[in-house]
């Protein structure tokens, strides 16, 4: 690359350091923030879990509530049940767990079964929101609980925006509400490309699970 071609670059990246420089000046507001991961792409709750690691290794007091899942063998749940208690002793976190145990709706087929489930798993998250202290609240794949009508959105919308300050909350599923979506302050979509499993490669330990 030659000279003027350099020199180009240089500018080029001193002008976007410019514009980054003042939008970092301009955020200048503290609190915590709603994040929904949504879409029919796969990786919302690895993403979600990503942030909750994150978050407990700088030694904050997280929960982490799972919707759906909670009959399947997951890695993290091994791995956070490994890691973290509730009073964080490991030195670095504490981390609250909750889950629904019923497993996915299409093989329960029980539909009073699963919206006590959720129901329950609800009232037992319910505390955190006037906490303070938990910095971080993964609902993870809650959003087909307003789909298959299991939780009251307008409830939880509620909760949500009567939280502490500077809370966190992640929520992560396919066919986020769009009362969820505006109200959020951050909004991811991850859409799908393509998917081993369409392509019969069976889903695998440490990969799906």
């Not at 609902?139 to 509620?158: A, G, H």
């Amino acid at each position: 690359m030659n000279k003027e071609k350099i020199q180009r670059h240089n500018d080029r990246m001193k002008r976007h350091k410019k514009v980054v420089d003042e939008k970092i000046e301009k955020a200048n507001i503290e609190q915590g923030v709603l994040i929904v991961i949504t879409g029919n792409g796969k990786g919302k709750t690895t993403s979600a879990l990503g942030t909750l690691l994150r978050s407990l290794g700088h030694g904050h007091q997280c929960a982490l509530v799972q919707f759906i899942k909670g009959q399947w063998d997951c890695g993290e749940g091994h791995f956070f049940a490994n890691s973290f208690d509730k009073k964080g002793n490991n030195g670095q976190g504490g981390l609250t767990t909750y889950t629904m145990d019923t497993g996915f709706t299409w093989n329960s087929q029980d539909f009073e079964e699963d919206k006590q489930a959720a129901a329950a798993v609800w009232e037992q998250a319910l505390p955190l929101f006037n906490d303070p202290e938990c910095r971080l609240i993964v609902l993870d794949e809650i959003t087909y609980m307003f789909k298959y009508k299991y939780l009251e959105l307008s409830e939880v919308i509620t909760v949500l925006k009567n939280r502490p300050k500077h809370q966190n909350v992640i929520i992560t599923g396919r066919g986020a509400p769009k009362e969820l979506i505006e109200l959020a302050d951050t909004v991811s979509e991850i859409q799908p490309v393509k998917h081993a499993f369409n392509q019969r490669i069976k889903a695998q330990e440490g990969i799906e699970w």
